[in-house]
């Protein structure tokens, strides 16, 4: 597997520079055709990972899940190999034309020594092939459990759907966060879904009927665990402000961490004083922490105006500082992230050395968290995990949730 690593890696320094289609064995330059295109990712048991994406003429790609988009505009070609890098995240894909319709390659996470094969497919429309009539219907909420049978790891979600004919959409939420955009069909009693958003490659199959669900869920090659489910359309994950509090003997949330000048920040600084502060503690790898950094960012530009402040403490898998703090500044262009970006770890992503960090705290349980602190640097609350806009009526409660809260601690 490192030798697979050393040799992949080796060939993105053949073509990480500027575009240069030139191809020495033809007159004609290499591009990706203009159309849809459908890619499937291996995992294990050699499962299919698949998801669509669209080209347009200048180069630039659309993948699609379910009703998200994620837009790509950093393509770089050179002779017959292809450099494709995903917004935010420091994932990509390296490949080589195998003809003017099929490139294939990998997926590579650097940071994490994961390797992906990857192909794509000009011309299939269809993310999953339909084949036979539904013989259920799992539209509603389902109570789940994964790793049902290994106590150490095991955890609960609720699946979300919506079923149109053999076409499903939804997610699994669960105490950490969501699974994002989840888009698959159903062939008689067999599931498939999938989504791919840069950063995770996600599948899941199952065998279901109107009130079961048994099946197996899938991230990139590296991880494969069993779930159940049945219907249940009055279930509810404990609240998110219950599971991460302040310890005993703790009276306050305090950090000194760096910015990508050297300088360190803490609580203590002007900037935080009198101010109703939000700290998120996040990734820059993370797909969840990203639509909080969105909606945060949103809501920070629509309020900057009150007593109000942002700080985000990013936990990195990167291995040395200055890759990490290059994902941080990455994200804040990408994003347009107005408030500090501090690097509280690298080389890890391990939520009990990230809780070392921060003892006040019972654990690190969820990337992303975020503590309210109120304007006498008092901590309020605090809340585990994001629920996106993959999450539907979820989503939009707790924007309404978090804007009440806020602006009652904004008036005291």
């Not at 064995?25 to 290499?30: G, Q, S």
């Not at 590296?222 to 489910?229: G, I, L, V």
């Not at 403490?313 to 992230?337: C, D, G, H, P, Q």
């Not at 996106?388 to 989503?395: E, F, L, M, R, V």
Request: a negative charge; aromatic letters at 14%.
């Amino acid at each position: 597997m490192k030798k697979f690593i050393l040799i992949a890696l080796s060939l993105i320094t053949v073509y990480s520079c500027k575009n240069d289609t030139s191809n020495k064995n033809t007159d004609t330059p290499l591009t990706l055709k203009s159309g849809l295109w459908k890619a499937s990712m291996v995992v294990q048991d050699n499962e299919k990972l698949p998801f669509l994406f669209e080209v347009f003429e200048d180069q630039t790609l659309r993948i699609f899940n379910a009703e998200e988009t994620i837009d790509v505009d950093e393509v770089t070609i050179k002779q017959d190999s292809i450099f494709i890098k995903f917004p935010v995240f420091e994932g990509y894909i390296a490949a080589k034309f195998e003809d003017s319709l099929t490139i294939s390659g990998s997926f590579i996470k650097e940071s994490l020594d994961r390797i992906v094969p990857f192909k794509g497919e000009f011309g299939v429309k269809d993310r999953f092939e339909i084949t036979e009539k539904p013989s259920a219907n799992i539209q509603g909420n389902w109570e789940s459990v994964f790793s049902p049978d290994t106590p150490e790891d095991r955890y609960i979600a609720k699946g979300i759907f919506k079923q149109n004919g053999n076409v499903v959409t939804g997610t699994f939420r669960t105490t950490t966060g969501d699974y994002r955009y989840l888009e698959g069909v159903i062939n008689n009693q067999k599931l498939e879904l999938s989504t791919f958003d840069g950063a995770h490659a996600f599948y899941f199959t199952g065998q279901v009927t109107d009130s079961t669900m048994n099946g197996y869920f899938y991230s990139g090659n590296h991880w494969k665990e069993p779930f159940t489910a049945k219907r249940n359309e009055n279930y509810e994950l404990p609240s998110e402000d219950s599971l991460t509090f302040l310890k005993e003997g703790y009276d306050k949330f305090a950090f000194s961490f760096p910015n990508a000048k050297g300088n360190q920040v803490s609580l203590e600084d002007e900037r935080f004083k009198n101010k109703v502060t939000l700290v998120q503690i996040m990734g820059t790898w993370c797909p969840n922490c990203m639509d909080e950094t969105k909606f945060y960012v949103d809501y920070y530009n629509k309020n900057k105006d009150k007593d109000i402040e942002f700080v985000a403490l990013a936990f990195e898998y990167a291995k040395t500082s200055e890759k990490a703090f290059k994902s941080i500044e990455r994200m804040r262009t990408k994003l347009n992230v107005p408030y500090p970006i501090l690097l509280a770890q690298y080389g890890t992503s391990s939520k009990e050395k990230a809780q070392e960090k921060l003892p006040m705290l019972n654990h690190v349980l969820s990337y992303p968290t975020t503590v309210f602190i109120d304007k006498a640097g008092k901590v309020r609350k605090i809340h585990t995990g994001f629920n996106g806009p993959a999450t539907g009526q979820k989503y939009i409660d707790f924007k309404t949730e978090f804007e009440s809260f806020v602006n009652q601690l904004l008036k005291e």
